[in-house]
């Protein structure tokens, strides 16, 4: 037995370069009694960290490398081969650094294909162990191509770069036909040459098995069908993992190379995987520690927080030290410094942000402001967090305000410099659909049988599961399949085989990594796809590396906040304090408006489960709200937390607690285990233990996989419960409650953080309503699409005005309503909301009426804007064409056909005139128009009719546009209106027949019968509801919502095909006092099925343009304007 | 010029060292003078091929070249080079 250990060994992160997964090759490596094996990916260390930890667990020492691609200006080699591949192992630390520079350096400058000169490599090659590339590299290519001088030549440059120490020329014999004659030419040169060869097997897969996956790879890589040849593709199944003794027949004439191969990997020795977290450099002021500084910070904070007249201050005090010694023990000082400081530059430049999860368990936390939750009152459980027996990566994420995100990334970037800083990547693995598609591809299924068989399978299937759907996919090629029988077959052998193969890498959202060492000590940094600086590691991978990466996640609900803030600034001149709003007790109005279930548009209250969930628990407190953020989750309904819950609740089930000592415990939520911390509570109380040790516990039970671990968690449980002097029955009872939650279970705290958001949200919905939904408009996030806001709006009273060019702003905004009135304030739409008018175009326009005041006409509007911005011409004419459809210019009391009409004939002439106006005369003509809101002012008397639309007197005399032509064109061009709901014109025909308006649903009896219409805002099937479906319900007097049976679920998707309008016919059912649903026995589309008598809603179902609104995104003007002449 | 000839022969083998094959009715004695292997259409059930190949020289210096079926064990005699 010699002590060969492979040294050239492809994982599949060189992507589509290999057959078998880092697992599998490490352990055939285990298998075939090798001590080392070596990690060469081609151009990328991405994949080391999993193959250090899969030789760690296989017991045998990693070799770090890496396949280099480089560039050598070699004159002798001939123009052909001026790139070649070298094959550099790491020695040590220093030398896996100078590796990922190297990369670094490679992917940065050239990122499209990324090559390393020689001369870099030159300079940076201590500690690097380099293999020539005898096999793969320009060398072979010479060899092969009978030009042994210009080999020679070559080997000579290198060595005169390189030098020869730890310099070898690697040799390789995978019975190709000429593997024999290069393996002795190459001893040859090598021995010329004054250096060693070293055997390797150029490995791509693990064993023969394994080698149609690589080929099929390499057809996928390079485009190719299986039976079209290419010269890069393996003619044989031999590059697997041979062992020493499969190797030795084959270098029968140079022996020694194989020992070689085991003395290179003797002298790599690097280990890469750290025992403990190592936190980013923080900046300090002067003669501070990083103890001494965030102790300082947190004190400050102190009595401004707890005033210390209060009982509180005592126990905070205590808390406080106690969490600063847990963080000195764990060294993370630091850690907290750096959030702080990103937090603390968030809320400097206006930018809301909050810290989320169980960070907000921590005082620390709460002191330096990361998060906005109080610990103490909350119960909150600071080991939950930290704890000194914790040893892995304390995690903080920050919700940052969507669309300021960028800027803070830029600041910490720009803080710990570009060297220390990055983003986290994602590492894309192969799923069902995306492995099918390239596989079939490569096996010669044509493009459009390729498309028929990924359309048979679900979205996010996994490899492994392929064969459940072979029925599927030979129904997908129908009449087709017997023919495709053989291939299909393969399909089904070699889909499977890529489950876990990375794909590619993406970008992690929101993971900043920060590194007290350059990144490049650890890492390779590449650009993503658009650009961003990124390591190639993902966040496992970082954390493996003792490393930190910090969450930053756009949150849109912060969006609407600070949105709704700035209206209120502008129109009230000053901010309200939302964030140091008092918790408990609440706001009663704002209470009053979430127990009546008007919760649409608040944080994580407004989805249809939370307002049934409303109307049962009618939360009164904090607190309950933020139960009510927990409760509403997947985990809790699948346990069956809810109903327990609820039914206390309401009193119907009497609250026991199985232990005297759970009460403090569970008090809060009435004896139901809801959250994460109660487990580890109950842990530590009834069981007796540690923290550490229940942490360590509840973990457990989150991510229990087999019955008899299971079992010995409940002994060690029940045997602690009784030391305590617990009764067995009882310690096994509440082990049983606990196993039934079993990591379903949510944080309080991150619970506690939400909900906090959740009552700025219904705060500021119940007071400055209006604001607070243009603001929320503006931000476009939520669950609901923006006009089921706009009709909440007009559900509450507030007033709402279409887009105008002289009166809106580009977002949303609030417009004073004046006389007496209950909603003071009403809803404007902006200007971006009309689709094709880009943010850019909208403050274009915006600025240049405030600079210039309000535009006169549309020829005015036309030319100024001409001038003001930099669109194209093509790009600008479409924008204001969908501006003049959507009835923006409505202000200038033209009609809009006639208004569409003129703009078709006039818009060349405008695009390309320059005003002619002074501007002093252009605001003085503003101000008259502002006056007489007339078209009829003085203009050039020069060219009138540039200026003057009503006088073009050869615009055809065409109808005006009915309110109901208007509704639809609102909803062709903006996707919500002003106008009346489109229900509101069928209405009195559905009145004929006898369907209720859903308003009138509140005051029938449970049990009735009744029948609706109404348009689906949203329709889900969660699959926790056992094939149930929920369909929302709008009309224009109010929303309901629909259960639908599952017979009547599974057949939804034929009727939405048909119109997003339905008709509902079925069975009050109440709940609560003001809640009603419905349960649903028939569904009908609508007008199809049920109004054919009027002709013209089936000509033209105004619901329907709404529903497939991207057919309408260029909103041609030629239509209108024809329809107008043809009556 | 090299012909192809595609026929089974029968081959003698010295432990895994090939000594001689009979073709055709004729034995002859051969060394191996250069060996690799094949994999290919591995996707189609009727065209898929596994092979060692073996370049032999007689005696007499004919060069042939024969190949060793991994599926079915046949041997056959390829190419017969000048």
Known sequence: MGDFCELHCHTPFSFRHAGSSITALVERAKALKMTALAITDTMTVAGVVRFHQACHRAGIRPVTGCELLVSHACFAAGRQAQTGTIIALARNREGYARLCELLTQANLSTPKRSVIPLSELAARRDGLVLMLGGCDGAIQKLLVAGNLMAARALLDHYIARLGTGDLFLDVRHNLLPESALLLTQSAHLADEAGISCVATNGVHYATPHDYRVYDTLSCVRLGLRVFE???????????????????????????????????????????????RCVPPRVALPPGETPTSYLRRLCEAKLPTRYSPEEKSAAAARQQLEHELSVIATLRLEEFFLAVWDIVRKGHELGIRCAGRGSAANSIVAYLLGITAVEPLAHHLLFERFLNVERAGMPDIDVDVQSSRREELIRYVEATYSPEHAAMVANVVTYRLRLATRDIAKALGFPLALVGRLTGHLPTFGRCADVERYAEDLRQALGSEAPQWESHLRLLLELVPRLEGFPRHLSLHNGGLLLTREPLTHNMAVRLSANGVRAVELDKDDVGALGLIKFDLLGLRAFDSIEYCLDLIEETEGKRPQVDDLPLEPPDTATMRMVRAGQTLACFQLESPAQWSLLARTQPRTFGDLVVEVALCRPGPIQAGMVHPYI??????????????????????????????????????????????EADGFRRAMSHYRTQSEMEGMRDRFVAGAVRQGIARGVAERIFDELACFTGYGFCRSHAASFAKTTYITAYLKAHWPAHYLAGFLSAQGGFFPASVIVEEAKHLGIPTFPVDVQASKPFFSVARVHGEREMPWGIRLGLVQVKGVGEELATAIVREREAHGEFCSLADFCTRLTRTTGLSTALRREAVAALVAAGAFDAFGIPRRRLAWLFEERWALWSTSRPVRSRKSARAGAARDARSASEDIPVQPALPWVWDDERAADAPLLPPLTLEDEVRLDLATQGISVRPHPLTFLRARLNQVGVAPIGRLKALKAGQKVMVAGKVISSQRPPTAHSVGFLVLEDEKGRVQVVLPPKLAETLYRVLAVSRVLLVGGRIERVGREHVTLLAYRVRALPAGHLPADQRLAEHPPEKREAHPQRDNGIALRPIVAAGKGR | MSRRYQEAITVTLQGERLTSFTWRGNTYRIRVIANWRLAARWWSAEHAANRHYYRVMTADCQVFEVYHDQVSGAWILDTCLD
């Not at chain 1, 393996?234 to 041979?242: I, S």
């Not at chain 1, 690097?270 to 025992?275: F, G, H, I, K, N």
């Not at chain 1, 309401?650 to 487990?679: F, N």
Request: hydrophobic residues 40%; charged residues 25%; glycine residues 6%.
């Open chain 1, 647 to 692: 039914g206390r609740r309401a009193g119907r089930i009497p609250v026991r607690y199985a232990h005297p000592r759970l009460e403090p415990i569970l008090r809060d939520t009435l004896g139901v285990v809801l959250y994460q911390e109660q487990v580890l509570e109950i842990a530590h109380e009834v069981a007796g233990l540690s923290y550490g």
């Open chain 1, 229 to 275: 040849p290419h010269r890069e593709r393996p003619r044989n199944a031999e590059q697997y993992l041979k062992s020493d003794d499969e190797l030795r027949p084959l270098f029968a004439t140079l022996p020694q190379a194989l020992d070689h191969a085991g003395s290179v990997a003797a002298v790599c020795r690097l280990d890469l995987l750290a025992a």
